[in-house]
């Protein structure tokens, strides 16, 4: 794809003037933005329609992966926290499940995702990423492993019908595409779907547009790229930070696009490194999905 037949995307902005070590999770839930400080275990919310300070909602004392919203009961999150999940309610963090504290090697939960069947998905990786640590684990009552061996697991991301899923291994430079049964939620037909080198970044948070497109943050590589479902590149986004980690479609008509950033590891940090960021785009994405939790771990 040349340069002129790619979509034209504008520069973004900083949405507040708070600096996170590692943003993550960027979710868009009931008209506002919800994103976690991934080490500092800070769950975060802001508005969409203009800049402004970001609000604390829980603070954990473990690191928090991500959350979602869960279906009929507002104000409560399925997380991604620790080394397991857990529910984040009134105020409380109700432990439900352990994943990760039998690993050889200390690990934590990294990225997570309702999917639009309501299933929970959350991935996890070793703090010094072994290869092959990692697992992407779906919580289906009892939880369990739904793809081993990854080392760092960011996503998934569902297209609107929740028919494909698409998880990205972040050191290896893979997003692989898979088939999901929608009944079931078992996967089959794992296919390469990117194959990145370290000079474009590294694949880290990643989101699926309603058309059908993957929005894909570039850790190191300072770029948001959107890419056509049959794999093609349809445009980018360069930033002045250099460690983008996830992205969101929101804002009032769903076409303003969201971008954490982090500052972790950075000797000399820029000015919007760890800033969250935001651009308006020219296609619409959609609502976070709410996480079906029953009750039960």
């Known amino acids: 794809m040349t340069t002129q037949e790619q979509a034209v995307l504008h520069d973004p902005i900083p949405w507040s003037e708070d600096r996170l070590e590692l943003g993550e999770g960027a979710r868009w839930v009931d008209g506002r933005l919800v994103?976690?400080?991934?080490?500092?275990?800070?769950?975060?919310?802001?508005?969409?329609?203009?800049?402004?300070?970001?609000?604390?909602?829980?603070r954990l004392d473990r690191p928090l992966g991500a959350v979602a919203p869960v279906a009929g009961r507002p104000g409560r999150w399925l997380a991604a926290a620790g080394t397991g999940l857990a529910?984040?309610?009134?105020?409380?963090?109700?432990?439900?499940?352990?994943?990760?504290?039998?690993?050889?090697?200390?690990?934590?939960?990294?990225?997570?995702?309702?999917?639009?069947?309501?299933?929970f998905w959350a991935g996890s990786m070793t703090y010094d990423a072994t290869p092959g640590g990692g697992t992407l684990f779906r919580h289906d009552h009892p939880t369990q492993p739904a793809v081993t061996g990854l080392t760092i697991t960011n996503g998934p991301a569902f297209d609107p019908t929740g028919t494909l899923m698409y998880l990205a291994d972040t050191p290896l430079g893979h997003v692989?595409?898979?088939?999901?049964?929608?009944a079931t939620g078992e996967l089959s037909e794992q296919t390469p779907f990117l194959r990145l080198t370290a000079a474009d970044g590294f694949p880290d948070g990643m989101t699926v547009?309603?058309?059908?497109?993957?929005w894909v943050a570039l850790w190191g590589g300072?770029?948001?790229?959107?890419?056509?479902?049959?794999?093609?590149?349809?445009?980018?986004?360069?930033?002045?930070?250099?460690?983008?980690t996830s992205v969101c479609l929101g804002g009032p008509d769903l076409r303003r696009l969201f971008v954490t950033t982090a500052n972790y590891g950075l000797a000399q940090p820029g000015?919007?490194?760890?800033?969250?960021?935001?651009?308006?785009?020219?296609?619409?994405g959609l609502?976070?999905?709410?996480?079906?939790?029953?009750?039960?771990?």
């Open 87 to 119: 529910l984040l309610d009134d105020g409380h963090v109700h432990p439900l499940t352990d994943l990760e504290s039998t690993n050889p090697v200390p690990a934590r939960m990294n990225d997570a995702v309702a999917d639009p069947h309501g299933r």
């Open 271 to 284: 000015p919007v490194d760890g800033a969250l960021l935001a651009v308006d785009v020219d296609i619409a």
């Open 176 to 182: 692989d595409r898979f088939t999901v049964d929608p």
């Open 287 to 297: 609502p976070a999905a709410a996480a079906s939790w029953t009750g039960r771990d």
């Open 222 to 244: 300072h770029a948001v790229r959107r890419y056509r479902p049959d794999g093609s590149l349809d445009g980018e986004i360069r930033l002045a930070a250099a460690q983008p």
């Open 209 to 214: 547009d309603a058309a059908g497109n993957l």
């Open 35 to 58: 994103l976690v400080d991934l080490l500092a275990g800070r769950l975060l919310e802001t508005g969409g329609d203009e800049p402004g300070p970001l609000r604390e909602l829980y």
